[in-house]
Structures are given as structure tokens and as C-alpha cells.
């Protein structure tokens, strides 16, 4: 129970720090290692449990609860920048290629008439 004390502490610390463009990958990697260790011991912990194990259940819940809003806010930042960068891609397709989705037909009279 200690160490996943210290891990969600530490998942904490990370979250609550400013994430900028040039550290989010290595932010994101830690916090994904940090989420990973913390599954694979909120695993080990099984029913029924002791008093100290429900004593740190308890001090950990306000802590879980900000972890959670933090990594949504992360994930909706990370969702807007790609939006955003695939808004950027498609705006300088267009203006390299302006033609590139007009019809074959556009301006052009034919007659199917023999």
C-alpha cells in the first residue's frame, strides 16, 4: 500500500505541473508508466481488506479524483493540437493544390446528343 502511495503521489506531482509543447511527450511517456505501475498494484490489492489498506483508500480518492481531471484537460489539449495540426495539413494542401477537388467537368459543355 506504501508503494502505491508514493506512485499515485508522484502521478500527482506530474499531472499538476505545466505541460508545455516541448515536454508533453516525455510528460505523457511518465505518465503512462506511472499509470501502469499503479494498475498492476491496484491489481495485487484484493478484498477483504485491512483497516490500513481502507485508511489509504481514503487519502487517495481526493487525489485520484484531480489525477482524473487533470489527464481529461491533458487529453482535450492533446485532441484540439491535433485538430488543429490537421487543420493546418489540410489548409496547405489547398494552397499548393487549389484544383485538386474540383470535378473534371467544372466549366465544360457536353452534349450527349448524336
Sequence with gaps: MDRLSEITNELHQVVTHSIT????????????????????????IK????????????????????????LESIFTQVKNDMGALKKKKSSNTKYTNPYQNLSNFDG???DHKK
Excluded at 511527450?25 to 498494484?41: M, Y
Design 21 to 44: 509543447s516541448e515536454n508533453r511527450q516525455e510528460t505523457i511517456d511518465e505518465i503512462s508508466d506511472l499509470l501502469e505501475k499503479r494498475q498492476q498494484l491496484l491489481e495485487e
Design 108 to 110: 465544360m459543355f457536353l
Design 47 to 70: 478484498p477483504p481488506y485491512t483497516e490500513k489498506e481502507k485508511e489509504v483508500g481514503q487519502s487517495l480518492l481526493p487525489k485520484n479524483q484531480e489525477i482524473q481531471v487533470r
